[in-house]
């Protein structure tokens, strides 16, 4: 599997098997099992490019043997094996979940929040950190095998993205759609919640015309175009994961004016081209104003920019359709903000 992702590009948090959760390992009895197998990880996994970070453990504060020193020795093997990349620790849903429980003091090791914001929720809250890296490892289980469970994984993301950590995972993918693997249907697996998947193959076969999956592509693109208000409007969505659930009032033949932050998270280039068209009824309808602009964003930065456009002077509906492209090719786009007209 590392080979296929070294080949690929893609990048890899490589977690021990460590996991206080329920109480079902002893850190203390198999302490040198666990120190030997950290270092066996690391040693076995170290020249993938693909591993970018070593996770040392999974939510130790949720086991009663676990201590400081116990988590300084982690730490301190894998930096023997390998002092070329950071080291984390994803932090318990109980407990104290900051870095300060580990008693690690480097400049390369980080905790990661686990479901800040409680179980099965939507997710807001994130613990900011002036010195260290931060974010959230783990949210939105269990209610992530639903449709709406599905859309906080955009909603929620969206959120934490304004908050600027370095790390956002929803827990997780597999529940909800597990066919993001092809080839996978409801036979072939039970998920924790017990039950098979929400989708797979055999209930969603075209996924990528699913509107709930294209939140979640566009939440998670790189140079989103998020309009702060309108997503918050709309950030509990419904049993159905219905987008969206509040279209605005506007006033027909008004001048519109959203607040729009746009963010900059590829590897390369500050250049960020953002555009934007109001539609009468539908995205393809008559065009009743647009604009642009050229941004300089720093690399994993974000800016907060104003767009206001003429609003349809008929029509039931005005769809705000946003854009951004680096470099002239479009990297974003949505057209799903829609507004009701008066």
Known sequence: ?????????????????????????DFMAGAANMIAHVNGLVHRDRNHPCVIRWSQCNEPEDDNTNSSSFEQNLYQTVMA????RPVSADAGASGPNTINSYGITASNFAAFEHYPSGFAVYTHDVAVSTTHPYGDGEFIWAADNTAQGLMWFATSTVTLRQKDPSDIRPYTLLSSWASFVPGVKANMMSIEQGGP????????????????ILRVQRAFNPVAVIDTAYWEANHLSDKAGTWPISKPAITKGSQVSRQLMVFNDTLSGTGVDVSWEMHQDSATGAMSGQGSMHLDIPLAGHTTVTASVAAPTSG??????????????VLFRDDGELFTLQ
């Open 197 to 212: 998947p929400l989708y797979n193959e055999d209930n969603l076969p075209m996924p990528w015309s699913n509107p709930i």
């Open 81 to 84: 094996a390998d002092d070329t």
């Open 1 to 25: 599997m590392l080979d296929v992702m070294d080949e690929m590009g893609m990048m890899v948090i490589d977690e021990s098997a460590i996991r206080g959760s329920n109480n079902d390992q």
């Open 316 to 329: 039931t509906t005005a769809v705000l359709v946003l854009q951004s492209s680096k470099n002239g090719t």
